[in-house]
């Protein structure tokens, strides 16, 4: 209330400033009717500062900020992969049953165009992966995200990826497998529903990981063609994938 009322009576002392000095225009000139000219002339033209700062300075301005938040949340995501999420990938595709049935078609390369990654993005957004918890190892699973447990808190406290929905949802994903798993002492004597689960929480995760890595691959073909490079060079669906430059 008080925040009100200071700028109500700011917007008082102004009103009676302008008046003030209408005022003391009339007392030296003795001319109303350029003082109307004047007046009606500068009312007119707040309408169009109004739409250059609103709708096209504000606009520009707001783009701006985007892609630097865009920027700073690639760069946290690129974090991730090279942290975890490569790594995660290839220990989740060992739960896959049928594993083949999408491998070749994430095998990418450096003739994708933006509408093969649109085409790809969406296929597996809809597709069911076959997970089974039994097939992979589970143990070594826990291991590694348990391990990783202060780096995807960490990654959960950045405020920027609030802004990317899809990317956090991912990080919760992740989050509340690794509790799963860690709240389980012996992950390879389990009951039948337990086991089911599992296949569940996984399979909820690696959908979005591999969306994610998906996007992420991208937009390093799009703005960072050596990252794409080592990216394509070390591919965990590509079984003649190599680091090494024949």
Do not use: C
Not at 34 to 53: N, P, Q, S, W, Y
Not at 156 to 163: A, R
Not at 164 to 184: G, I, K, M, N
């Amino acid at each position: 209330m008080k925040h009100l009322n200071w700028k109500i009576l700011l917007g008082l002392a102004l009103i009676a400033l302008s008046v003030f000095f209408y005022l003391i225009h009339y007392a030296i000139f003795r001319d109303p009717h350029h003082i109307f000219i004047f007046f009606v002339g500068d009312v007119a033209f707040v309408f169009v500062e109004v739409l250059l700062v609103t709708l096209i300075i504000h606009k520009l301005l707001g783009e701006r900020e985007k892609r630097q938040m865009l920027k700073k949340l690639n760069m946290v995501i690129g974090a991730f992969f090279s942290e975890v999420g490569m790594r995660l990938l290839k220990t989740l595709s060992d739960f896959d049953t049928n594993p083949e049935s999408m491998k070749g078609e994430l095998v990418i390369t450096n003739s994708w165009s933006d509408k093969e990654f649109s085409l790809m993005s969406k296929r597996v957004r809809g597709y069911d992966f076959n997970i089974d918890s039994r097939k992979g190892d589970l143990e070594e699973l826990k291991r590694f995200l348990t391990g990783k447990r202060e780096f995807f808190l960490g990654l959960l406290e950045n405020p920027n990826l609030l802004e990317h929905e899809s990317f956090t949802d991912l990080l919760w994903a992740v989050f509340h497998l690794t509790e799963e798993l860690d709240f389980r002492k012996e992950v390879n004597r389990l009951s039948r529903g337990d086991y089911g689960h599992l296949s569940n929480d996984i399979r909820r995760v690696y959908r979005l990981l591999v969306y994610e890595w998906l996007v992420y691959m991208k937009h390093l073909k799009d703005n960072y063609p050596h990252l794409f490079s080592l990216a394509i060079r070390t591919n965990p669906f590509d079984p003649n994938a190599s680091v090494e430059i024949t």
